[in-house]
């Protein structure tokens, strides 16, 4: 258990259905970084948070949003949705941003649109 | 700009083979480097790290070392076995003041047959 927590695991749904993706980051951590991983694109940096505010955007569809509450819980909410957004979703956190010695990953949500 | 580029894969070795995957970088300022492993159906667990020129990242007998001159971090095991077969990840965060997001390469695969 990496001590980052993300829900659920697995996730099916329709095209043009809208989702909630949950992370938790793990305790003491303030940053918290989502990813999609999908065959053709690999691994894609989508947002940053930081103790609450949003840090850094990187591939991230107009579609989608996200959030850091005060409990710094985090959830990546996707919309509009289309078969290519089926994918790994991962979160991750550091205890500060830029971290160096590296981010810690929950387990991923893998999402399939149908 | 900031990016990884590793060798592409698939990579299949016999146990006991030696195994190296090649990364190479391009980063302004100076990165932190990481393997990264992701095995079947599982999240990214941080494998090794290094901060800084001629450090060598080691864990669980795989090894790494920063070389600045050529821009590489080049992965390294002795022996494989075959649960060390996964999916491997070279990535960096850039220097200071760099936004700090971790960037991944496209990941080799690595399968070792018994």
């Known amino acids: 258990d990496s001590g980052v927590t993300q829900t659920p695991k697995h996730l099916i749904t329709a095209t043009g259905q809208r989702v909630t993706l949950r992370c938790s980051p793990r305790s003491g951590d303030l940053s918290v970084y989502w990813y999609q991983q999908s065959l053709d694109q690999g691994l894609q940096f989508l947002i940053q948070y930081y103790n609450g505010e949003e840090r850094a955007k990187g591939n991230i569809l107009e579609r989608f949003s996200a959030q850091q509450f005060p409990d710094l819980h985090s959830e990546l909410n996707l919309s509009s949705l289309e078969l290519g957004d089926s994918a790994l979703y991962f979160c991750?956190?550091?205890?500060?941003?830029?971290?160096?010695?590296?981010?810690?990953f929950g387990s991923g949500t893998r999402l399939t649109v149908v | 700009g900031n990016s990884v580029t590793q060798m592409e894969g698939p990579v299949t070795l016999s146990e006991e083979a030696f195994l190296t995957i090649n990364c190479t970088y391009t980063?302004?300022?100076?990165?932190?480097l990481f393997w990264y492993v992701q095995y079947p159906g599982e999240g990214l667990q941080l494998l090794l790290k290094?901060?800084?020129?001629?450090d060598k990242g080691s864990n669980k007998g795989f090894e790494a070392t920063y070389r600045k001159e050529t821009t590489s971090f080049h992965l390294e095991k002795g022996s494989v076995q075959v649960s060390d077969s996964a999916v491997y990840f070279c990535a960096l965060i850039p220097g200071e003041n760099q936004g700090g997001k971790l960037i991944f390469g496209q990941g080799t695969e690595l399968s070792v047959k018994p």
């Open positions: 290094a901060t800084k020129a001629d």
């Open positions: 980063a302004t300022g100076y990165p932190s």
């Open positions: 991750a956190s550091s205890p500060l941003p830029g971290q160096r010695r590296g981010y810690t």
